[in-house]
């Protein structure tokens, strides 16, 4: 291994192997962040010229608008003349969105879409406007409009409306039937912008507006934050721009004027507190985090893109903490995006190679646990702090969450060093988190805490593999002989076995995490639609009943429900955590029997046997006698 990781050759500023190793283990400072920067900066550019390329190659991409020369002689001009705004307009997450995008339209891998190739990639017109306006220059430019809407990426957006003596019933129904997609003229003078058409005009003054309606302009708003160790956070709100839509990001919801208090109230106290007790955390996201994509409070919790660094989609949290962590847990997929972009951490594996996630519902590629490991690295991180620091509930709270992620993060770190896809690089990376991780594992936390843990991670990984895994048939089919002969069973292979599908039912494994927050912390608990969810997927309470406590009463009607449909992998998920944490005199971290512990470790073994053997037999073997056959080796 050489002293530097080999750099691409748009970076100009080389990555050491000590900043790989701090960035491998989640510290990200501002240092390394300006780093990662620079290179997204000239990955970037490499996008744009190939963007510019192409649009030179087949004018036709740009259709109506004539071509591409004039928006980028513009760029040029904003570059000679303010080249901080350039780079700040160039690193601006959703340029890199949109440069992703226009990549694909372009190589013809976008897919199919109602929108003309020429409107998408007409945002580079849009994007030079931007640019050109915020360094007050003045120009001319033709620009895709949309229903009558113009976006300026990064300001806001600009609705168009009769021009003066066109007002009436005819001018309005003119615009409402002008065709969905058109081109504009956008030009200034330095002082003001002008956006029109043959039909419809707006003027505005400049610098446009930023925190307050303007007729004709709906700006992208901003939130300001300062903590006690002088960090600021400076995001803008971004609700209008479809760029994050097109590269796999959930919809932001439209944000009103009420919404934005919502946020502003909330990222304070948040910001505040990431200030003050992680400061580290909280210089990286004042120099490199900048937009917030604001998700309706159903739906998705959060999410990012590789291609959006420094840009999250956040549902708004139920707590400051929550806040908090989510801020630093999604930028921490940008710092690791960015250094996917310098360093190789594995190497492409097929589609179907697919693996257990404890922070996801559904199967996960390889890339997938990786960017969960690294990021739950962080949050665990973060909650352990935070059990250090709080008191009263909210300690009660970071010690389950501490407990929680500890296990899930260990567990995953321990598959992924498994896992030959991974380069020297990739390797490294899990070494160093697995490290720190062993150091987590001497911190103690209430027992009730811990117990409450371990339910919750064995319940979740049982679920997930009762839905997602489906046992090879050669030993199935043995098996079933096996046990109608009285003979000894198969034995399980190496690793688990079987193979790894997608489940579209599997939705809310992780509603015993929801119903314990709720039952140990009650009033730090989540939201009460994120309850009302758990409560519905608890269908016969057993969940209820067994973070609540009572783990034989949660095992019966867990026992109940399999008797009345065998197939459904819900009640197979809960068993075995059941009598894992009903067991008498169990201290916690001991092993449980042998037939419990196939429950927790292999139920969609246990559940496809069951029910093959019920649909032969036609009466249906006792679960608890079933799973313990399984264990025997002789």
Not at 474 to 489: E, I, M, N
Request: with cysteine; proline share 9%; charged share 20%.
């Amino acid at each position: 291994m050489t002293d530097d990781v080999a750099p691409p050759p748009f970076s100009s500023v080389p990555l050491t192997v000590a900043m790989f190793d701090a960035l491998a283990c989640g510290e990200v400072d501002a240092t390394s962040v300006a780093v990662l920067l620079g290179a997204e900066r000239g990955r970037r550019l490499l996008l744009l010229q190939h963007v510019l390329t192409a649009c030179h190659q087949n004018p036709a991409l740009l259709g109506p608008l004539g071509g591409i020369d004039t928006a980028q002689a513009l760029l040029q001009a904003v570059e000679a003349r303010d080249p901080d705004t350039l780079q700040s307009v160039l690193l601006d997450p959703l340029t890199g969105m949109w440069l992703a995008y226009a990549v694909q339209i372009v190589e013809g891998a976008a897919g199919n879409s109602e929108v003309p190739p020429w409107v998408h990639l007409g945002g580079l017109g849009a994007l030079s406007a931007s640019a050109a306006l915020r360094a007050r220059m003045t120009f001319t430019l033709r620009v895709p409009a949309e229903h009558g809407q113009v976006l300026l990426p990064g300001l806001g957006r600009v609705q168009l409306s009769p021009r003066p003596g066109q007002d009436g019933p005819t001018a309005a129904d003119q615009l409402e039937n002008q065709h969905a997609h058109h081109v504009v003229t956008v030009r200034s003078d330095g002082s003001r912008v002008i956006v029109e058409d043959p039909l419809a005009r707006v003027e505005l003054p400049l610098p446009l507006p930023h925190h307050r309606m303007h007729p004709g302009w709906t700006p992208a708003p901003w939130v300001r934050a300062q903590g006690a160790n002088g960090h600021v956070l400076r995001a803008r709100m971004e609700h209008l721009d479809p760029a994050p839509h097109r590269v796999g990001l959930p919809m932001p919801g439209p944000l009103s004027g009420q919404d934005l208090d919502r946020w502003r109230a909330r990222l304070v106290p948040a910001w505040q507190m990431l200030d003050a007790d992680h400061p580290r955390q909280a210089a990286a996201l004042a120099a490199g985090f900048g937009v917030i994509l604001p998700l309706p409070d159903t739906g998705p919790l959060a999410g990012s893109s590789a291609e959006g660094f420094g840009a999250a989609a956040l549902r708004l949290p139920a707590t400051d903490a929550d806040l908090a962590c989510a801020l630093v847990h999604e930028f921490m997929h940008s710092a690791l995006n960015g250094l996917l972009h310098l360093v190789q951490l594995y190497r492409p594996q097929p589609p179907a190679a697919l693996y257990y996630a404890p922070w996801r519902d559904d199967p996960r590629p390889l890339s997938g646990m990786l960017h969960g490991a690294y990021a739950f690295s962080t949050v665990t991180a973060f909650w352990r702090a935070r059990a250090r620091t709080d008191k009263g509930d909210a300690a009660r709270r970071a010690q389950l969450e501490f407990a929680v992620w500890r296990l899930n993060t260990a567990a995953v770190l321990r598959d992924l060093a498994g896992q030959e896809a991974l380069t020297d690089w990739g390797l490294r990376m899990v070494t160093l988190l697995q490290q720190q991780a062993r150091a987590w594992a001497d911190d103690e936390v209430e027992p009730q805490a811990q117990q409450l843990a371990e339910i919750v991670v064995g319940s979740h990984r049982a679920t997930w593999r009762a839905h997602h895994v489906r046992p090879d048939q050669g030993w199935l089919t043995h098996a079933v002989q096996a046990w109608r002969d009285g003979s000894r069973p198969p034995p399980i292979p190496a690793g688990g076995g079987g193979t790894v599908v997608t489940d579209p039912a599997a939705r809310g494994l992780h509603r015993s995490f929801v119903l314990a927050r709720w039952a140990y912390a009650r009033s730090l608990g989540p939201l009460p639609s994120a309850l009302a969810e758990a409560q519905a997927h608890d269908r016969t309470g057993a969940d209820t009943l067994l973070v609540s406590g009572d783990s034989p009463g949660a095992a019966q009607r867990y026992l109940a429900r399999i008797g009345a449909d065998p197939d459904d992998p819900f009640p197979w998920g809960g068993l075995g955590p059941a009598l894992a944490a009903g067991a008498p005199g169990r201290p916690s971290g001991a092993d449980p029997p042998a037939s419990t512990r196939i429950l927790l470790t292999h139920p969609e073994r246990v559940r496809a046997l069951h029910c093959r053997l019920a649909a032969g037999a036609g009466a249906a073997p006792d679960v608890l006698e079933l799973a313990s056959w399984l264990t025997r080796t002789a």
